[in-house]
């Protein structure tokens, strides 16, 4: 058995920036996939007239999320995974560390 006593937040961070960056740029496509289906629908509110064009605009909002989610997954994921490194940096001084069977 090998014991985990220290992980670095550093390390943390890059493989949190990176495994939430790609969970933010599927959820992007799929955020556009959508927006691009329903946007030329209209689905607005009820009763409220809607502005000339913006059918269009709904369209192509969603390609902006393929930009925005990674960039905000990634760097939201890679700070909380520091975070969560350094805690368990601190916990794992108090109990000895995590155990794990490595063959």
Same mark, same amino acid.
């Given at each position: 058995m ?17 495994l939430?960056?790609?969970? &933010?740029?599927?959820? %992007? =496509? $799929?955020? *556009? ?13 009820? #009763? ?5 064009g ?19 997954? &990634?760097?939201?994921? %890679? =700070? $909380?995974? *520091? ?13 000895? #560390? ?6």
């Open positions: 090998a014991i985990i006593r220290r992980v670095g937040p550093g390390s943390a961070f890059k493989v949190g920036l990176v939430y960056a790609l969970m &933010g740029l599927l959820m %992007g =496509i $799929f955020m *556009a996939c959508i927006s691009m289906v329903l946007g030329p629908m209209g689905l607005g509110a009820p #009763g409220v007239p809607d502005v000339p913006a059918h269009i605009a709904r369209m192509f909002m969603g390609v902006g999320a393929i930009i925005f989610l990674p960039i905000m997954y &990634g760097i939201f994921g %890679g =700070i $909380f995974a *520091a975070i969560g490194a350094f805690i368990y940096n601190l916990v794992a001084g108090w109990v000895g #560390g995590l155990e794990v069977d490595i063959s």
